[in-house]
Structure formats: structure tokens, C-alpha cells
T-cell receptor
Framework: RKEVEQDPGPFNVPEGATVAFNCTYS??????FFWYRQDCRKEPKLLMS???SGNEDGRFTAQLNRASQYISLLIRDSKLSDSATYLC??????????FGQGTELSVKP | DTEVTQTPKHLVMGMTNKKSLKCEQH?????MYWYKQKAKKPPELMFV???????INESVPSRFSPECPNSSLLNLHLHALQPEDSALYLC??????????????FGPGTRLTVT
């Protein structure tokens, strides 16, 4: 199993849609999890940190399932500006952040 | 909005040149990182500094030489690079507290082209 695995997409959704991304990880000892968004030719920006079962921030909800070792990111009421690549990031046993390959989202009018 | 700054934004250099990338953070973080990112790929870790000491070198070729002059500054010295080293170079910083792993904050990056 890869340390962090994501569906690369692309996900093409209309404005207003709800979209969910899943991410699986191999380090069962991880205590913290992160979602970053990255726009084309820009740096990754922290979207959400997850330290317990989940986190919610406006239209964005992250949920953690420790038993199955996956985390999900749900985006409700998608906006055009949500178009980006979403990176799932999980620390490995050495404490280094391991990045998934990223999931590309394209929100269309 | 980022509190991690990087200079220059763009850099074009020949294979015989020597140049340096600079990074500065004002968040009081004691861990700083260099990453390399190629198009359509996630960032790859190169170096980690913890409390101004090099703690991780991910087997990076010696033509890349990091330096941490103080807790706010991080440099990456470049010498005799190859065209395949062309990429976006990202600096990041994070809190450091025992065994806890904290989120990292990235600078805007330096887009490097080696000709």
C-alpha cells in the first residue's frame, strides 16, 4: 500500500454541486492529517487540519476513519473558485509529511 | 497573505552559474523545509532544519547546499545544476514541539529554469 493514496481525478462538477474526495494512508499511528489546496503554478495552501474524527469550516468538511485508515474532504455548494488540486497530507512514522498525488477539481458554470 | 516569503520569484541560470534562493518566515517557527516540485507532481522533501540544525537530507545531490543563518532565514545555494533540476522550489516552516507533527506553511516558491 502507498503511504498516501488519492484518486487523481479530474473531478468535473457543475457549480453548486457537492463533491467528495477520499484519501487512504498506511501509517496507522498518524495523529494529524492535513488537506491543502494548490492552484496552478502556486504554492500549496493549508485548507484544513484534522486531529480527531473530523473538522468543518464553512462549506468544507473533513472526516477521519481511523479503523479503515482513510480521510475524506467534502465540498458543498461548489464555487468556480474551488477549482484547484487538493492534496491529502499525512505524517509518516518519522514525522515527515507525505503528500498524496493530489486530486484535481474543476468546477464549471 | 503568506508569512513565508521567498526570493527571487523566478530564476534562470546556466549550468555553470552559482545562485542562491532565499526564504524568510516571521511566525516564530523553529522548523524550516525545502521542497522541490515538478509539474503535476506533489512536493518532494529535500531538506529539514530543526532549531537551525540540518536534521534531514533526503539524499539530495551536493550541487544543492542548504544553509540556515538564523531561526527566520533559510537559503539554498545552487551550483552546477542540470536542466532536470528545473522546478518550483518551495520553502515551508512549521512549529516544532517534541514528537508532534504540525501543519507546514509554504512560501510562494521560486520557479527555477536551468539552461
Amino acid at each position: 500500500r502507498k503511504e498516501v493514496e488519492q484518486d487523481p481525478g479530474p473531478f468535473n462538477v457543475p457549480e453548486g454541486a457537492t463533491v467528495a474526495f477520499n484519501c487512504t494512508y498506511s501509517n496507522s499511528a498518524s495523529q494529524s492529517f492535513f488537506w491543502y489546496r494548490q492552484d496552478c503554478r502556486k504554492e500549496p495552501k493549508l485548507l484544513m487540519s484534522v486531529y480527531s474524527s473530523g473538522n468543518e469550516d464553512g462549506r468544507f468538511t473533513a472526516q477521519l476513519n481511523r479503523a479503515s485508515q482513510y480521510i475524506s474532504l467534502l465540498i458543498r455548494d461548489s464555487k468556480l473558485s474551488d477549482s484547484a488540486t487538493y492534496l491529502c497530507v499525512v505524517p509518516n512514522q518519522g514525522g515527515k509529511l507525505i503528500f498524496g498525488q493530489g486530486t484535481e477539481l474543476s468546477v464549471k458554470p | 497573505d503568506t508569512e513565508v516569503t521567498q526570493t527571487p520569484k523566478h530564476l534562470v541560470m546556466g549550468m555553470t552559474n552559482k545562485k542562491s534562493l532565499k526564504c524568510e518566515q516571521h511566525m516564530g517557527h523553529r522548523a524550516m523545509y525545502w521542497y522541490k516540485q515538478k509539474a503535476k507532481k506533489p512536493p518532494e522533501l529535500m531538506f529539514v532544519y530543526s532549531y537551525e540544525k540540518l536534521s534531514i537530507n533526503e539524499s539530495v545531490p551536493s550541487r544543492f547546499s542548504p544553509e540556515c543563518p538564523n531561526s527566520s532565514l533559510l537559503n539554498l545555494h545552487l551550483h552546477a545544476l542540470q536542466p532536470e533540476d528545473s522546478a518550483l522550489y518551495l520553502c515551508a516552516s512549521s512549529q516544532l514541539d517534541g514528537g508532534e507533527t504540525y501543519e507546514q506553511y509554504f512560501g510562494p516558491g521560486t520557479r527555477l529554469t536551468v539552461t
